[in-house]
């Protein structure tokens, strides 16, 4: 392929940026998940003035998680809540998650992928012009497998256990070439387990303290995941540096579920039905296809292009059955529903070199978003002879379209800054069968500074400051007026949901200082803070429908946020030679946070991780044999994220090791031990008003044990 068909490839692809633009002004305004196109090359830290980190495949895989959550909740700065990633202890939004660039579908888990189909994670704790603005608490950019210096075949089988369940596993890497292209196949067929069991306490009683009521719930819920993954891939590269990249992710996964709970009333009434019992089962489809290209005009000139198209939908069938006793009714429900999330984005980059201190960047991005969903609800109440239906259904159309433009300016051998800004616009449209038509609009103006100085002669020691703004977009879970309910035991602390059209984004202003020292090879200390101020910042509002209890999300204000990270990592052989190859690992995080609309103390944005530490030993105990240790603990506490209700979740703490044996250049054996102290997790929920109520969680969890065989041809 000479330049010329180079060219084609961009005049078609291009012309799709023509989505439309949308005003600047907020009219009930929604921002949706915003589609951006990132950077892949991996960054050096110590030089780079945009302060990504990088994480390799390597690092990544060492542990051999079948999760990527589990596998990232030990990378500095991350922690990991159920299945939710955060950095700075805030998800719920606040932390952008993406996947080769682009925002993940609604629809879609992250626990779905494999790590094996993983290249590397780039973590951005700033704001980017580059990237979305929308990460008030940093992005996570998790980048696919593309292309590898080796090829032949790679197989790999493991088998995970635990006390009640074996879990196996199978890959496989294919990589192929000559001359200028490549190919390539990643494959990965896995299935997934889970028992939960909880015992929920809930107490009720006056505001003197005298008990009005109490009951235990036993739960039981069993979990099955069946998933294949295929992740193909195709290389070109011509001369000049000129290139065409493609890649797909296609994932098919079934879900079974099945459990239920009985109720042991102390004191009181009992709820509505003591007894329940749920099943479901779920199939979800996703695929995801880009092609990027890139062409040299001349020496200093570049430019790219890339187009995506992606498809994801969830299918489901949840049935429940309901027990009281007699005289009381029963209830039989059955839920039928479906999500379908369709994306075609493009964007592109013009990459100029002016001179020896300047690197400009002018570029777009755009998205064509649509969501649907459609919940077919039925409930029978035996031995009374009584029907309900429920249907419904709801389409969101996203229009987006960013530009943006930013210098890496390197001032002097020493001082070297990054300078940025970033336009983004929105517009949603949401309409169903059971709500009203709303319009969504919605733009952000993201300006972004950040500075690095080194500091020594020798630039062993560094500081960095950035100044960026950012924002977080309501989801439309979070939009649609719709209610989400549960099934039994309503109450202040088990409500049900309901979206909010009129919901705003939160903006923030956020400041990052760091330090940075090298210590030596493979040694170094990184010491940072940062700060946050965000408006329209989003609280939950505890109201009565009727009988009902339900929470809804609403703007209340501003919140201040503000932490500090220790990160450092030790070569212990300096030490000693018994030590060879062994390194310490250490990361710290405190985090703070007020929301000015809700009183103290414990006004905490919701479910912030206020505390959380990551420490681990890696040994090389021959040529041939490496093991090693981690640790992370997370410090939670009480949390009240409005007047009347308070929250809390327990201390987490997860110990894990590995042993990797490379019994030759083709074959390796690797062993995993997973969640070794198996604590048990507690959360709670407590409601006071006319009286006090409190309702409190307590789940077990198990040890699991993993071999893998890796065998290369």
Same mark, same amino acid.
């Given at each position: 392929?000479?330049r010329r068909?180079?060219t084609?490839l961009?005049v ?5 940026s023509?989505?439309?633009a949308?005003q600047?002004?907020?009219t ?8 951006v ?10 030089t ?8 390799t495949?390597q690092e990544?895989?060492?542990f051999?998680d079948?999760n990527?959550?589990?596998a990232l909740?030990?990378?500095p700065?991350i922690?990991?809540?159920g299945?939710?990633i955060r950095l700075?202890?805030l998800?719920?939004?606040y932390?952008?998650i993406?996947l080769?660039?682009e925002p993940?579908a609604?629809?879609f888990s992250?626990?779905s992928?494999?790590?094996?189909l ?15 603005a ?5 992005t @996570?950019?998790?980048?696919?497998r593309k ?6 075949l ?5 088998l ?13 890497e294919?990589t192929?070439?000559s001359?200028?292209w490549?190919g390539?196949?990643?494959?990965v067929?896995?299935?997934?387990r889970n028992?939960?069991?909880?015992r929920i ?6 505001l003197?303290g005298?008990p009005?009521a109490?009951r235990w719930f036993?739960e039981?819920?069993f979990?099955?995941t069946?998933?294949i993954s295929?992740?193909p891939?195709?290389n ?5 540096g ?5 890649q797909h992710?296609i ?8 459990g239920?709970n009985?109720?042991t009333?102390?004191l009181g009434?009992h ?11 779920a199939?979800?489809r996703?695929?995801?296809s ?5 062409q040299?005009l001349?020496?200093?000139t570049?430019?790219?292009g890339?187009?995506l198209?992606?498809?994801?939908r969830?299918d489901?069938?949840?049935f ?6 007699v005289p ?13 999330d369709?994306?075609l ?8 070199k002016?001179g020896?201190a300047h690197s400009?960047?002018?570029g777009?991005?755009g998205a064509? @978003? ?13 031995p009374v002879?009584?029907q309900?239906m429920?249907?419904?259904n709801y389409?969101a159309d996203i229009?987006?379209l960013?530009?943006?433009a930013?210098?890496?300016w390197d ?5 070297l800054?990054?300078l940025?800004?970033?336009w983004?616009?929105?517009q949603?449209?949401?309409?169903g069968n059971?709500?009203p038509?709303?319009?969504n609009?919605?733009s ?7 500075w690095?100085w080194?500091?020594?002669?020798d630039?062993q ?9 950012t924002?977080?977009?309501?989801s439309t879970?979070d939009?649609?007026p719709r209610?989400?309910?549960v ?9 049900d ?10 903006l923030?202003?956020g400041?990052d200082l760091?330090?940075e020292?090298?210590l030596?090879k ?7 803070g940062?700060l946050?101020? @965000?408006?329209?910042v989003?609280t939950?509002?505890l109201?009565?429908?009727g ?5 809804? +999300?609403a703007?209340?204000g501003?919140a201040?946020?503000r ?5 450092t990592?030790?070569?212990?052989e300096r ?5 060879r ?6 990361n ?8 000015d609309?809700? +009183?103290g103390?414990?006004?905490r ?5 206020p505390l959380?530490l990551n ?5 090389v ?5 490496r ?5 992370q603990?997370q410090?939670n ?5 409005s007047e009347?209700?308070d929250?809390y @979740?327990?201390?987490?703490?997860v110990?894990d090791?590995y042993?990797n044996w490379k019994i030759?250049?083709?074959t390796?054996l ?6 070794l102290?198996?604590p048990h997790?507690v959360?709670?929920?407590?409601y006071?008003d ?14 699991n044990f993993?071999?893998?065989w890796?065998?290369q041809?």
């Amino acid at each position: 392929m000479q330049r010329r068909q180079i060219t084609a490839l961009f005049v078609s692809v291009f012309p799709l940026s023509a989505v439309p633009a949308v005003q600047a002004q907020q009219t009930n305004s929604n921002v949706q998940q915003v589609e951006v196109q990132a950077k892949t090359q991996p960054a050096d830290h110590k030089t780079d003035s945009a302060g990504k980190a990088v994480y390799t495949r390597q690092e990544l895989l060492q542990f051999g998680d079948l999760n990527v959550s589990e596998a990232l909740r030990r990378l500095p700065g991350i922690t990991v809540s159920g299945t939710e990633i955060r950095l700075r202890g805030l998800g719920s939004g606040y932390t952008q998650i993406l996947l080769n660039g682009e925002p993940v579908a609604p629809g879609f888990s992250i626990d779905s992928l494999s790590p094996e189909l993983i290249e590397k994670i780039e973590i951005l704790r700033s704001g980017s012009a580059e990237y979305s603005a929308q990460g008030i608490a940093g992005t @996570i950019n998790i980048v696919l497998r593309k292309q590898t210096a080796q090829k032949g075949l790679s197989l790999r089988a493991s088998l995970q256990s635990a006390p009640r369940w074996h879990l196996p596993q199978a890959g496989l890497e294919w990589t192929t070439g000559s001359g200028a292209w490549q190919g390539g196949l990643n494959a990965v067929v896995k299935q997934t387990r889970n028992e939960i069991r909880l015992r929920i306490t809930e107490q009720q009683a006056t505001l003197q303290g005298k008990p009005l009521a109490e009951r235990w719930f036993d739960e039981q819920d069993f979990f099955r995941t069946n998933t294949i993954s295929l992740a193909p891939r195709l290389n070109w590269k011509g001369d000049n540096g000129n290139q065409v990249q493609t890649q797909h992710l296609i994932e098919y996964s079934e879900n079974h579920m099945h459990g239920g709970n009985h109720e042991t009333t102390l004191l009181g009434e009992h709820s509505s039905y003591p007894d329940t019992a749920f099943r479901s089962q779920a199939s979800v489809r996703n695929w995801q296809s880009d092609i990027q290209a890139s062409q040299r005009l001349d020496e200093n000139t570049r430019l790219e292009g890339k187009l995506l198209l992606r498809y994801n939908r969830r299918d489901s069938d949840y049935f429940f059955d309901g027990d009281a006793p007699v005289p009381q009714t029963s209830l039989r429900r059955e839920v039928l529903s479906y999500a379908l999330d369709k994306t075609l984005s493009t964007s592109g980059k013009y990459k100029r070199k002016a001179g020896e201190a300047h690197s400009l960047v002018l570029g777009w991005d755009g998205a064509m @978003i649509q969501r649907a969903e459609q919940r077919l609800q039925l409930d029978q109440t035996p031995p009374v002879a009584g029907q309900s239906m429920l249907d419904e259904n709801y389409h969101a159309d996203i229009r987006r379209l960013a530009l943006f433009a930013q210098d890496e300016w390197d001032i002097s051998d020493r001082l070297l800054t990054y300078l940025g800004l970033r336009w983004e616009g929105l517009q949603t449209d949401v309409s169903g069968n059971a709500l009203p038509a709303v319009r969504n609009r919605s733009s952000v103006f993201s300006p972004v500074s950040q500075w690095l100085w080194k500091v020594s002669e020798d630039k062993q020691d560094q500081l960095r400051l950035a100044i960026s703004r950012t924002y977080k977009a309501p989801s439309t879970r979070d939009l649609v007026p719709r209610r989400y309910t549960v099934n039994n035991a309503n109450s202040p602390a088990n409500a049900d949901f309901q979206g909010n059209p009129a919901l705003l984004p939160e903006l923030a202003w956020g400041l990052d200082l760091g330090w940075e020292k090298t210590l030596a090879k493979y040694s170094y200390l990184n010491l940072s803070g940062y700060l946050r101020r @965000i408006d329209n910042v989003t609280t939950f509002q505890l109201f009565r429908f009727g009988d009902e209890w339900v929470s809804m +999300p609403a703007n209340q204000g501003k919140a201040h946020v503000r932490g500090i990270e220790i990160d450092t990592r030790l070569s212990l052989e300096r030490w000693s030679t018994a030590l060879r190859g062994a390194q310490l690992k250490l990361n710290l995080n405190r985090n703070w946070s007020e929301v000015d609309s809700v +009183p103290g103390p414990n006004n905490r944005l919701v479910r912030q991780t206020p505390l959380s530490l990551n420490a681990g030993m890696d040994f090389v105990l021959s040529d041939t044999m490496r093991a090693g240790w981690n640790l992370q603990f997370q410090r939670n506490g009480k949390i009240r994220p409005s007047e009347k209700l308070d929250t809390y @979740i327990g201390t987490s703490k997860v110990l894990d090791a590995y042993w990797n044996w490379k019994i030759d250049k083709q074959t390796q054996l690797k062993l995993f031990a997973g969640n070794l102290l198996h604590p048990h997790v507690v959360t709670g929920e407590g409601y006071h008003d006319a009286y006090l109520l409190y309702r409190q969680s307590e789940e077990r969890t198990y040890r699991n044990f993993r071999l893998q065989w890796e065998q290369q041809f």
